[in-house]
């Protein structure tokens, strides 16, 4: 056999180890988060390994669906949850580089989970249930919201890096040595504004809840059930897990492995959960120190994080 | 060309002797237009191809010694190719469309304005000298007005056709005046000779700018002259919508291309600031007024002005990138705009044929009334889905790919270009991403309300597939949002030879592709070689595997699915609970009321407490912001005007014999004085 096949028979190997690994940990970042939370409010929290048991109840559950539901019902969950598994392939996590990026860098990223909460917002529609409509618009919303603040904050470590690829951009950070900018305080904020709001937490959305005024991706997947509703789940956590590692990324790569070898590899995964889970901290008190924001309030809430992007942009560049 | 122009007059003759025989008429017409765009196509791809540019003469005034020909540049065949693409397929499908939806008494009249139409955008697009361009430009735009007017029994079309005419001849009247003074200066009618130079100066160059700019400006539908599309593309034949949106408007963009970009010597950098502004500004105001709209034509048009406006902007890139004298940023931008032209053809034709399709079935284009047909109308709806996806920019799609382009152009815009108007980019690429994401939200509502849940209507219930002609094209349509959105070499392979043509642009390795992705990079700025890549294919491929992965763990328990009626919150679920289209866009509408200033009224009418309403009125609407504060009080003053004007022509011979003795009188004195 010749070097491109072996290597790209590698490259889909990491691929497919990756994220596999993504999806193994996702349900567990979830738990981590409830019992934060839970320690934070004087209770215990449930067991390490309740997002698994959770998965495993309802893939076991009788699938039903709506009689009025089409085809486009069926595929919502199935590529929602196969955006978000694409899209782990798609950023480093342990080594500097990502087993897909010679595919494309972060505007492809932003695109593919573009395309799983196009999938689940249409299908949402398609119960007829108020509901399924009431969340899909509410998401979409936020989510046509946070974009440009997103693609900003993106930018600006992209600029900086002089690559939109995300291997490429690591690998740059890591040469350039661990440095202090002020724009990647700014930046930083910016984009963990718009992780909040995209991963559906408090203040802008609340994944506990299912009140009918205040949901917003629960509303939307209110009618799913059974295996259905395990891929929904099971990818948002996969996304949620995405985003805090993009954060890692772009500004504390440190502790990444510099090469491939079992001692750092272990190194690496020790350094990556530890600086997810300080996120993910950072994330539960936000959440436990703050009210939900009126809908109409978190407009204000992204301009701010629009705001600090280009902030951020300006003082980097000029 | 010749050939081609040759077919659509034989077939326009033809189809006025079968006037009567409506059948036979549709027929020839359609057919007369597809073997002419066929004709048309394969000169485009032969120049394309690499044949050099191809020219000749259609009329010889021996007296004069004046010429009108054609001369199919790369950048006319570029424009070409994205017209034979969109024309051939509707006009199959208008053999079908017609059948049901033209009254046969008018069959004649619609198809010597479909064979008019596409000859003219053809000729404007090949013209290569002033007289034959504007020759090509007027009958376009009559032939449009006559389209748009086909329903002139309804007073809405009448008026839609009649605001068009009055905006494209504003449009017309500002290329006249340019035209004639580019030609002065440059002592030649032919485009080649007088779009070669610059010998004028700075403030001359200028006003011929903004001349220029209205005059292609109205036809591309840039806010603040885009009043007339909104009402103009729906009201025409659902096929008619489709060519106008996404052709009629590259008229538009073709001249921008031509004069304003390179048509007067090095374009300023302020030029290229001003595209960039307007088209941000025409992308984002456009994509808002599209999420409102509960007419489904409507939204569409909208949209295509959205659309316009990424066009202009990464014009403007590119003009800004030739100004600073960067020649592969230049191209990566010009890239961007061109292939934005093919792509946005492609699925807003798509998506026109669709919503001709629905119309066509449910009688009716208000989204209100439509719900649940994807039951009723399965490939209508698969294929509808396509286009939405493709104008929400997703990966795998084409829209994703001129999406991406743009980006490239705006970010190493901001990465090379000195000083601080660079913020501009970044700008721009915010408001980018914001159209992007918001097109998402109304595509969603656009295909979600129509084609999902529960019908809305009897007539949604009741609604039949549209036939095999209709269905063939959309398929053919969707098809190529695909092939292109996976394959975006080809897109690049086609623009190579134009990008070459155009002065100050050099894509060299600044863009490479081979048949599956590509690569975007600046080699002159340093750090800067290799920026950004893109497979779709690839992505492709792992999403069609973590796919089957998630079919395959779901399916793994192996249960049969369970039939459910979906809870209705305690009442009875029907079309009335379900969410509607203005709820839908509600939140977006309430986030930006600074825009729409929405005014809202209710009324509760009740005879023995307001507890139990009898009836309520719901009733909202945006305000019009352009037509009531920019375009009113100009109606106000030509009126005035006008009205002023009436006491000199007061119907009185003996006073218009005065007139033309005083002017006389005072010619010769002014004359007079002049050796």
Request: net charge positive; glycine share 10%.
């Amino acid at each position: 056999m010749n070097i491109p096949v072996i290597q790209t028979i590698a490259t889909v190997m990491w691929a497919i180890l990756q994220a596999a690994g993504m999806l193994a940990v996702a349900p567990l970042l979830k738990t981590a988060i409830k019992k934060m939370k839970a320690r934070l409010q004087g209770r215990q929290g449930p067991p390490w390994l309740q997002g698994y048991y959770d998965l495993a109840k309802l893939v076991s559950k009788e699938p039903v669906r709506s009689e009025t539901a089409s085809w486009v019902y069926v595929a919502g969950p199935r590529v929602y949850f196969a955006a978000a598994v694409t899209a782990t392939t798609l950023v480093p996590v342990l080594v500097p580089a990502a087993p897909l990026e010679a595919v494309g860098g972060i505007l492809l990223l932003v695109g593919v989970l573009a395309l799983g909460r196009f999938a689940l917002a249409t299908a949402a529609l398609d119960t007829g249930s108020p509901f399924g409509g009431m969340g899909a618009s509410r998401d979409m919303t936020i989510a046509a919201l946070a974009e440009p603040a997103l693609m900003l904050g993106l930018f600006t470590s992209a600029l900086a890096a002089g690559s939109l690829n995300l291997g490429v951009l690591v690998r740059t950070l890591l040469e350039q040595g661990p440095s202090f900018q002020p724009s990647d305080l700014l930046a930083f904020s910016g984009l963990f504004v718009i992780v909040i709001a995209e991963t559906g937490r408090i203040p802008v959305d609340n994944p506990a809840t299912h009140l009918e005024l205040t949901m917003i991706h629960e509303a939307m997947v209110l009618e799913y059930a059974g295996p259905d509703l395990a891929l929904v789940e099971w990818a948002s956590a996969v996304k949620e897990l995405l985003y805090l590692t993009l954060l890692v990324d772009l500004f504390i790569p440190a502790g990444i492995a510099p090469h491939v070898a079992p001692v750092a590899l272990v190194v690496a995964f020790a350094a990556w959960a530890g600086k997810v889970l300080l996120l993910a901290a950072a994330v539960t008190l936000v959440e436990s120190t703050n009210a939900k924001l009126r809908l109409f309030r978190v407009p204000e809430l992204v301009s701010i994080s629009l705001g600090l992007a280009f902030l951020a942009l300006a003082i980097r560049f000029l | 060309m010749t050939i081609a122009l040759a077919i659509r007059l034989a077939t326009i003759a033809l189809a006025l002797v079968l006037t009567r025989r409506a059948p036979l008429c549709r027929g020839v017409a359609l057919a007369g237009s597809i073997l002419a765009s066929l004709v048309t196509l394969s000169v485009a791809v032969g120049v394309l191809g690499g044949g050099g540019p191809v020219d000749g003469v259609l009329l010889r005034h021996a007296a004069s010694g004046m010429v009108l020909g054609y001369a199919v540049t790369p950048l006319s065949a570029w424009f070409l190719m994205v017209l034979g693409v969109i024309a051939i397929p509707v006009a199959i499908y208008s053999i079908g469309y017609f059948a049901h939806a033209v009254a046969p008494s008018r069959t004649a009249a619609v198809g010597i304005g479909f064979n008019a139409l596409l000859g003219s955008v053809e000729l404007v697009f090949a013209a290569g000298d002033v007289i034959t361009f504007l020759f090509a430009w007027e009958v376009m735009t009559l032939a449009t007005a006559a389209l748009v007017a086909t329903e002139h029994d309804e007073r809405a079309s009448r008026r839609s056709a009649y605001l068009f005419l009055v905006m494209s001849h504003i449009g017309t009247g500002s290329l006249v005046a340019g035209f004639f003074a580019l030609a002065a200066a440059s002592g030649s009618m032919s485009f080649s000779t007088m779009l070669g130079q610059s010998a004028m100066s700075l403030p001359m160059r200028g006003v011929l700018f903004a001349l220029f700019f209205v005059g292609f400006g109205v036809k591309t539908g840039v806010v603040p002259l885009h009043v007339w599309l909104p009402e103009a593309h729906p009201a025409a034949p659902s096929s008619i919508s489709a060519l106008m949106s996404a052709v009629l408007i590259t008229t538009g963009v073709y001249g921008l291309f031509r004069v304003c970009a390179f048509g007067l010597g090095v374009p300023d950098a302020n030029w290229g600031l001003f595209f960039m502004a307007v088209g941000a500004l025409t992308s984002i105001l456009g994509v808002l007024y599209a999420l409102t709209q509960t007419d489904l034509k409507r939204l569409l048009a909208y949209s295509t002005i959205e659309n316009a406006g990424i066009i202009v902007l990464g014009l403007g890139a590119g003009m800004m990138a030739r100004a600073y004298g960067n020649r592969e940023l230049a191209a990566i931008a010009l890239a961007a705009s061109l292939a934005h032209v093919l792509n946005h053809a492609v699925f807003k034709g798509l998506l026109f044929l669709g919503a001709g399709s629905v119309v066509m079935a449910t009688g009716s284009r208000h989204l209100e009334q439509f719900g649940g047909l994807l039951r009723r109308m399965p490939w209508t709806g698969l294929f509808f889905l396509v286009g939405a996806l493709s104008i929400s920019s997703v990966p795998l799609l084409n829209g994703f790919i001129s999406e991406w382009l743009t980006f490239q152009a705006l970010l190493l815009g901001f990465a090379s270009t000195p000083g601080l108007v660079r913020l501009n980019f970044p700008v721009a690429g915010a408001i980018l991403a914001l159209s992007a994401a918001l097109a998402a939200a109304c595509f969603v509502k656009g295909f979600g309300i129509s084609f999902l849940a529960l019908p809305r209507s009897a007539e949604a219930a009741e609604a039949r597939e549209a036939p095999m002609t209709m269905l063939a094209p959309m398929a053919v349509l969707a098809f190529v949002c695909l092939v292109l959105g996976l394959f975006p070499g080809i897109v690049l392979g086609g623009l190579q030879p134009v990008l070459a043509s155009l002065p100050g642009s050099q894509s060299g390795r600044a863009l490479l592709g081979g048949t599956m992705g590509l690569t975007s990079g600046l080699i002159s700025s340093p750090g800067l070689g290799e920026f950004d890549r893109v497979v779709p294919a690839g992505v492709a491929i792992a999403m069609l595997s973590t796919l089957g992965l998630a079919a395959a763990f779901v399916a793994r328990a192996g249960l049969a699915v369970r039939r459910a009626p979906t809870w209705g919150c305690g009442g009875e679920l029907s079309a009335r609970t379900e969410y509607t289209a203005t709820a839908f866009s509600k939140p977006l509408m309430m986030v930006f009321r600074a825009v729409y200033r929405p005014t809202r009224q209710v009324d509760t009418l009740a005879e023995i407490s307001p507890y139990f309403p009898q009836e309520v009125r719901y009733r909202a609407e945006i305000e019009p912001t352009f037509e009531r504060y920019v375009y009113a009080p100009v109606v106000r003053t030509v009126l005035r005007i006008a009205t002023g004007m009436k006491v000199l022509q007061a119907g009185s011979l003996h006073a218009y014999l005065a007139y033309v003795l005083v002017l006389g009188v005072l010619l010769l004195v002014w004359l007079g004085g002049t050796p």
